[in-house]
T-cell receptor
């Protein structure tokens, strides 16, 4: 089992709709969680950190479920510009406390 | 603005010809990372420096080496590039390990 797993998608989303997807992690001792956004042939950019209580940034909401070992990202009122790959990043104590990337979830927002 | 800068943005090299990619940072972060990313795959960590301490990933080929002469600069050396080494190489920094990463814009390496 991979340490950090994501549904690769693509998630085809009508403009204005809501989309949500998860990222599961295998190490219950993980403490740091992030969502990054990556556009084609560009570097990953931090979208948001994920806190235990959940957090929201505009149209984006991140949640952490420690019991089931997953984090989620919800995008409301999707824009065409939200089309990207969303990468989940989790610290891994098993890997010397390094940050481990999931394989990414591709989101395509269509008019 | 404080940032992570990678040069060049695109690099073309010949099969077997050594190549060096560079990264600099103005964030004064302790940790610098090199990732390799191939098309439609997640970034793969090659190695990282925590200050001067070098940490190599177990599956990083010997063909890949790194140098960090000071806090600001870090280099990736590919001694004998093969066709399979064509990829995007991403440099990242973090204040401490386990904290959020700040990425440079990457160097897209082509091997002819």
């Amino acid at each position: 089992r991979k340490e950090v797993e994501q549904d690769p998608g693509p998630f085809n989303v009508p403009e204005g709709a809501t989309v949500a997807f998860n990222c599961t992690y295998s190490n219950s001792a993980s403490q740091s969680f992030f969502w990054y956004r990556q556009d084609c042939r560009k570097e990953p950019k931090l979208l948001m950190s994920v806190y235990s209580s959940g957090n929201e940034d505009g149209r984006f909401t991140a949640q952490l479920n420690r019991a089931s070992q997953y984090i989620s990202l919800l995008i409301r009122d999707s824009k065409l510009s939200d089309s990207a790959t969303y990468l989940c990043v989790v610290n891994s104590k098993a890997a010397g406390n390094k940050l481990t990337f999931g394989g990414g979830t591709r989101v395509l927002v269509k008019p | 603005d404080a940032m992570v800068i990678q040069n060049p943005r695109y690099q073309v090299t010949q099969f077997g010809k050594p190549v060096t990619l560079s990264c600099s940072q103005t964030l004064n972060h302790n940790v610098m990372y090199w990732y390799q990313q191939k098309s439609s795959q997640a970034p793969k960590l090659l190695f990282h420096y925590y200050d001067k301490d070098f940490n190599n990933e177990a599956d990083t080929p010997d063909n890949f080496q790194s140098r960090r002469p000071n806090t600001s600069f870090c280099f990736l050396d590919i001694r004998s590039p093969g066709l399979g080494d064509a990829a995007m190489y991403l440099c990242a920094t973090s204040r401490q390990g386990n904290e959020k990463l700040f990425f440079g814009s990457g160097t897209q390496l082509s091997v002819l």
